[in-house]
């Protein structure tokens, strides 16, 4: 998905790529628990008041994630595949990044808040760099490879940075142009070689400016892109984006969509590197007004697959890097002809949309959701509300 390394999108992106359960909307928003965009799941008394809009959205957005993953070894030999790639790439993680920025506005430094962070981004960023470290050793015949925990690797890079962006989150909603400050901090990163690979920084700079819109939007925005006239608009919108792509395929690269290289590591003037970023980030706000507004209000089939994105999103990484360790898009040359495409972009959607069901969601919970009781003090608060509650009973 980014690179030759990789990311949806607590997002939940997405924390994680589902709306975390410690960020309530506020008074007026519409009901969706938020495991955030990465963080636990929602109880079950909650999960009845979810949103499906949002739902819906996660979901389409990590099947968009999956068939880029597929679509990428294909853009070598077909610039169809390559104009489709691009488009999506556009605004597919701005998309889980802007739900998990939406889900994140009540986050604070409350002690269950932080330990929600803690078990749904930290603990699965841990153990699935780990993992993806430890499978590029095997798959890959590379015995030394490193497994580190400051250069995230392939798809984990999300959960790092959605760990660094909630615990900004009181920041921003103190200075007064949250948005301009980000897409600032964006420009200078994209001009910045040296800051290096720790944690990607270059990524969670970068893509900032789509967590903290996400911090500062509202429910009506989202009304307003549910709009008939906003959904008809949407289509020549999206046709003309996927001229734009076709046209521009042989004439760029399309790392600028990953954010994370500065323009000179790219080979490119410094100048460029703000330009860039301002004008990607125009083409992403205006292809994420047209996905929402083509995302399903209603329950659909698949809404309740999107509890399950970051299962889906970090458990396919093994299959879309394992297709290239094992060669069989090389194998395969049928594989890049037009049937060949439509079979890998059904299979895709496939596979991540059996990894979001909740039996994958039992199986694997203790690695994405673990409750780690064990690992933290006992809140007073609650210890106190414990006990009056137990002094009542025996009154009785």
Known sequence: MFHARVPLPEAQTPDRLQAPPDSRPPHGAPKSPSPAETSGPPAPKAAAQRDPFFDNAKYLAIVLVAMGHAWQPLTGDSRAAEALYMTVYTFHMPAFIVISGYFSRSFDMRADRLKRLVTGVAVPYVLFEVAYSLFKRWADDDPTHPVSLLDPWYLTWFLAALFVWRLTTPLWKLVRWPVALSLAIAVLASVSPDIGDDLDLQRVLQFLPFFVLGLVLKPEHFQLVRRREVRLLAVPVFGLALLLAYWAGP???????????????????????GVMTLALFGCSIVLMACFFAWVPRRHMWFTALGAGTLYGYLLHGFLAKGSRFWGWYEDYEWLH????????????????????????????????????????KRDAAQLARERSKSGSTNGR
């Open 337 to 376: 002809r037009p049937l060949g495409e439509i079979f890998v972009t059904l299979v895709a959607a496939t596979v991540i949309t059996l990894l979001c069901t909740k039996p994958v969601q039992r199986v694997f919970r203790f690695a994405m959701e673990p409750k780690m009781e064990w690992a933290f």
């Open 251 to 273: 004439r760029m690269t399309s790392a600028w969509f990953y954010h994370r290289d500065s323009a000179q590591e790219l080979g490119a003037p410094a100048w460029t590197g």
